[in-house]
């Protein structure tokens, strides 16, 4: 997602109460790339303290305040409020946010977005929601449903700008040729043989257990430099004891 | 994702020394149903006045608190480390939060997962993160990379528990426990330095590496017990030379 998309997307939050949420929301913005913060009604005290707090992000200085629902949306030509509460009586159309990030990525494209948030405690009300043309559902336990407001902040910039979600590969990694195996064996049967661990009449099948052993570790080369320098060390100690 | 799954997830915070960050943890793992917090080491009174806030979460109430990293790690056998530096040094296999979701979401459903996150102001130490198997990257803005404490357990918490998109199940293939891997170290560190493996002036970094290989090897369960069976003959050896 490009920085000219990023700047498409308009955070609003709505008369929000406690300096340290509209800091948290700030930093959350920058974290993922957002940067146009808007404050609809703010307790004035907590944004004073908010914008004066040490290593206040860049994103609540020129954040812009206003009385005005009209001016805070702007231009956006979508406007999303958050809710975490399920089947809140409503004609929005709702949507999770876990399938909507990628709707709203695409709008941004070329047309700006809004998303709304709502006071700590009461949340949107019915006239601030009456702006609105989806209500975005965060996914969260029916028992504690009501999210802290900077982490509904950070859920869903990060959601928004996360990268679009490709199959994961699946990578089979560099492990060591059976020669390098061998090489290990040479080491360890011995030391094995030495200490009872493969005794006679055992020797087959125990030598064949170790093979595959070491065969299902799949060692990457460093680790099995490694193990042949612990093995070389033990084998170091068990030629020199009683000198 | 069932509550029985739920249950499997693990979140360990390291050294945590702010009340509010200890709060917004527990508070967002409850919104997304995970229930099993644990504390290393935490500075003792921001744990207290944590505990003692209004609404403290249930969360927070029943969390562990403990100064080693064995116990907090339990019996996960995948143990990731959150972080939001990119090109890290370090030979952890780095997955981007957003694609790792899955695969964490898929080894839960039989087996437990913890999830660590590092103090606030410094993040994870290279010795905390010789335990981990994963790094787990938060794809944050460059200029602005790390995160709030609570934020960033709200994101991995939310990611987690999203719901189940349809791209093909990812295995994470069986490995032993993080208590495992100790009982396994508690055999071969003693025989690295009856050896000199282990040398006066190199404990500190020959353990690190040698935990590091115990943690990459990913050792199937009957594949850690036959090598503690080696290691014990091999001390049985060590112990009645010369008898």
Partial sequence: MSSETKKRLRIVLVQPRNPLNIGAAARAMYNFGFED???VDPWEK?????K???GAAKVLQNARVTSSFAEALGDASLVAATSAAKGRSTDLVQKELTTAGHAIRTHLEDRP???LFGPEKYGLSRE???HCDWLLEIPTNPDCPS???GQAVALVCYEIARHARAIPRLKTPASVSAQERDRILGLLLPLLSDSGFIFDGSEEAQTHKVR??????????ADSQLLMAMLRQLRWKFD???D
């Fill in 46 to 50: 907590a944004f004073r303290e908010a």
């Fill in 37 to 39: 913060l808007w404050l």
């Fill in 212 to 221: 595959r052993w070491i065969t299902r570790l799949r060692l990457a080369p």
């Fill in 113 to 115: 977005v809004a998303i």
């Fill in 240 to 242: 020199h004891d009683g």
């Fill in 52 to 54: 004066s707090a040490m």
């Fill in 147 to 149: 999210m802290n407001l």
């Fill in 128 to 130: 601030d929601l009456s």
